[in-house]
């Protein structure tokens, strides 16, 4: 079954995507702190431009009520002498009305209710008993006042402006009032200006029970909408602003302030959307602007990306060669140029080295043997250390002559010792460089192998066999071998012990097969990694 290999990630890779995963990163970061410190400079400018203006046009308003009330003050003490002379009357109301434009109407009303004199006289009230809810209220309190949104007799929506005239002896003779029209023509609209905004920003006035006085929908007058600023807010606070939600959801911001003697609460909106505009332009030039940099720091981090990984990607191309002839001359010519990979280049270097002379020096003076001159198992004890403290995973070729005993009883021990040493020349010109071949005793031998996998241990146990197996000894003749196959590895926990008795297992089932063969014993794994045969 093919299995599929699992792509290996490269450092220069790894670099690059750090690289480009900080720019991006850096990037967002940066974009998204300037969009959020923006949009919180321009929600909370907007809120206060609009409790300011809200503010301002509230002590107009309120600076307006005090000066209508001081002119309405003023004609109650000059109408105190009496109310019989109506000639006079009217010339007052027309005074008031045309003077200052303060009122679309102006009005002299008795104590019993009935009108005196009016100003314009196209209102056609004169003699009439008024009965609006203001003319009634001014009656019955008899004091200044400014009534509700109200409808008058000619049927307009107004708010009524009242002063009580009282006698130089102190009876009361009536009122003079002034009326302000909320959907025509007034001085409310001029004090207030006509806005019409393309971003949306509008202006309400409301009284307490939030009924709109004023809108650039003249539609929306008179009508009761739902609280913008709520009671308790206006309360605690006569101007301030927040964000708001109308009546359709969109997301408003609102600056408000009151205006104390009408009652009265002036709003000042603009739509969030229509504030945060601008930003979305601003980061979009922001981003612009940016970008390029952007692309020159990725070219710079692709570059030194390429330059810091090379020597590391050289470095390990030639680890994994270190079984080939002048390796270190090659990693020696390796361009190290900075101190991580000049540490590594010489630990390489310096390793190949100690595992040269290891495995030479072993074989040169641990060779005791004095038949073969191979390693005896006290030098192949010192290999298994090598190999256990350098966790280098190795296979093992446990070696045994098939019929040896009756070659010795045939032929003499001369020509049993015979055999042996052409099987250990045989091993040897077998063998690879890095490998070990070790008499066992007798006429068993193991070799092990460093790196080697399943498919390398096998061939080179069927090379050792039928080189041997051709081999025709005077006087013996032909003699043959069997072979058993193991594997340790460190990553498998089992010691070498084990491995070498499973060796032996499957040199016992080679020799119960029939001899001559080599066998490999089931829990053999694949290493890490494959060292290939070189051609014999």
């Known amino acids: 079954m093919l299995r599929l290999s699992r792509p290996k990630t490269d450092l220069r890779t790894l670099i690059t995507l750090l690289a480009v995963a900080s720019?991006?990163?850096?990037?967002?970061?940066?974009?998204?702190?300037?969009?959020?410190?923006?949009?919180?400079?321009?929600?909370?400018?907007t809120l206060e431009s609009n409790r300011v203006y809200a503010t301002k046009l509230a002590s107009t308003t309120e600076v307006f009520f005090q000066l209508a009330e001081s002119q309405l003050s003023y004609s109650a003490k000059v109408l105190g002498r009496g109310l019989d002379n109506e000639a006079n009357l009217q010339d007052e109301v027309d005074?008031?009305?045309?003077?200052?434009?303060?009122?679309?109407?102006?009005?002299?009303?008795?104590?019993?209710?009935?009108?005196?004199?009016?100003?314009?006289?196209?209102?056609?009230?004169?003699?009439?008993?008024?009965?609006?809810?203001?003319?009634?209220?001014?009656?019955?309190?008899?004091?200044?006042?400014?009534s509700q949104p109200t409808l008058s007799a000619a049927n307009n929506l107004l708010v009524?402006?009242?002063?009580?005239?009282?006698?130089?002896?102190?009876?009361?003779?009536?009122?003079?009032?002034?009326?302000?029209?909320?959907?025509?023509?007034?001085?409310?609209?001029?004090?207030?200006?006509?806005?019409?905004?393309?971003?949306?920003?509008?202006?309400?006035?409301?009284?307490?029970?939030?009924?709109?006085?004023?809108?650039?929908?003249?539609?929306?007058?008179?009508?009761?909408?739902?609280?913008?600023?709520?009671?308790?807010?206006?309360?605690?606070?006569?101007?301030?602003?927040?964000?708001?939600?109308?009546?359709?959801?969109?997301?408003?911001?609102?600056?408000y302030a009151s205006v104390p003697t009408a009652g009265w609460t002036i709003i000042a909106l603009k739509p969030t959307k229509a504030t945060l505009a601008p930003l979305n332009?601003?980061?979009?030039?922001?981003?612009?602007?940016?970008?390029?940099?952007?692309l020159l720091t990725l070219i710079i981090a692709l570059i030194l990306a390429q330059r810091i990984a090379l020597p590391l990607w050289q470095l390990?191309?030639?680890?994994?060669?270190?079984?080939?002839?002048?390796?270190?001359?090659?990693?020696?010519?390796?361009?190290?140029?900075?101190?991580?990979?000049?540490?590594?280049?010489?630990?390489?270097?310096?390793?190949?080295?100690?595992m040269q002379d290891k495995i030479g020096r072993?074989?040169?003076?641990?060779?005791?043997d004095p038949m073969t001159s191979l390693l005896n198992r006290r030098g192949l004890n010192a290999v298994l250390d090598y190999f256990l403290a350098t966790s280098q995973p190795f296979a093992v070729l446990a070696l045994d002559i098939d019929y040896f005993k009756r070659v010795n009883d045939t032929f003499g021990h001369d020509a049993g010792d015979t055999v042996i040493k052409t099987v250990a020349q045989q091993l040897e010109q077998s063998a690879r460089q890095t490998d070990?071949?070790?008499?066992?005793?007798?006429?068993?031998?193991?070799?092990?192998?460093?790196?080697?996998?399943?498919?390398?241990?096998?061939?080179?146990?069927?090379?050792?066999?039928?080189?041997?197996?051709?081999?025709?000894?005077?006087?013996?003749?032909?003699?043959?071998?069997?072979?058993?196959?193991?594997?340790?590895?460190?990553?498998?926990?089992?010691?070498?012990?084990?491995?070498?008795?499973?060796?032996?297992?499957?040199?016992?089932?080679?020799?119960?097969?029939g001899r001559n063969r080599v066998k490999v014993a089931k829990n053999f794994t694949k290493p890490p990694a494959v060292v290939q045969v070189q051609p014999q």
Not at 23 to 42: C, E, F, G, H, K
Not at 318 to 341: C, F, L, P, R
Not at 362 to 368: D, F, P, R
Request: with cysteine; charged share 20%.
């Open 160 to 255: 009524f402006v009242s002063w009580p005239i009282w006698s130089k002896t102190g009876s009361y003779l009536g009122y003079v009032g002034g009326s302000i029209y909320l959907k025509k023509k007034s001085i409310l609209n001029v004090l207030l200006g006509e806005q019409f905004y393309r971003d949306g920003s509008s202006l309400y006035v409301i009284d307490g029970k939030n009924q709109v006085l004023y809108h650039q929908d003249r539609q929306l007058i008179g009508k009761t909408i739902d609280p913008l600023i709520s009671n308790e807010q206006r309360n605690k606070a006569s101007n301030g602003n927040q964000q708001v939600t109308a009546e359709d959801g969109e997301q408003m911001l609102a600056g």
């Open 281 to 294: 332009s601003l980061l979009l030039k922001v981003l612009k602007h940016s970008v390029p940099f952007a």
């Open 23 to 45: 720019i991006v990163i850096t990037l967002a970061n940066s974009l998204y702190a300037s969009w959020r410190v923006q949009r919180d400079v321009l929600i909370g400018n």
């Open 436 to 513: 070990v071949i070790c008499r066992n005793g007798g006429e068993e031998f193991l070799m092990i192998l460093p790196g080697a996998d399943r498919d390398v241990a096998s061939m080179i146990a069927e090379r050792v066999r039928k080189r041997i197996e051709v081999l025709s000894l005077d006087p013996v003749g032909h003699i043959t071998i069997s072979v058993g196959v193991a594997f340790w590895s460190p990553q498998s926990g089992d010691g070498m012990d084990h491995t070498f008795k499973l060796a032996d297992e499957a040199l016992y089932q080679a020799k119960n097969a």
């Open 362 to 368: 072993l074989k040169s003076e641990v060779q005791t």
């Open 95 to 146: 005074r008031l009305r045309e003077q200052t434009n303060s009122f679309n109407s102006v009005v002299i009303v008795d104590a019993s209710g009935w009108v005196r004199a009016i100003s314009p006289e196209s209102l056609m009230l004169k003699g009439m008993h008024l009965s609006s809810s203001a003319a009634k209220q001014a009656l019955k309190e008899r004091k200044p006042l400014i």
């Open 316 to 354: 390990a191309r030639k680890a994994s060669q270190m079984d080939t002839q002048n390796v270190s001359k090659e990693i020696s010519g390796i361009h190290s140029w900075y101190y991580e990979s000049s540490q590594i280049k010489r630990a390489l270097l310096a390793g190949i080295s100690l």
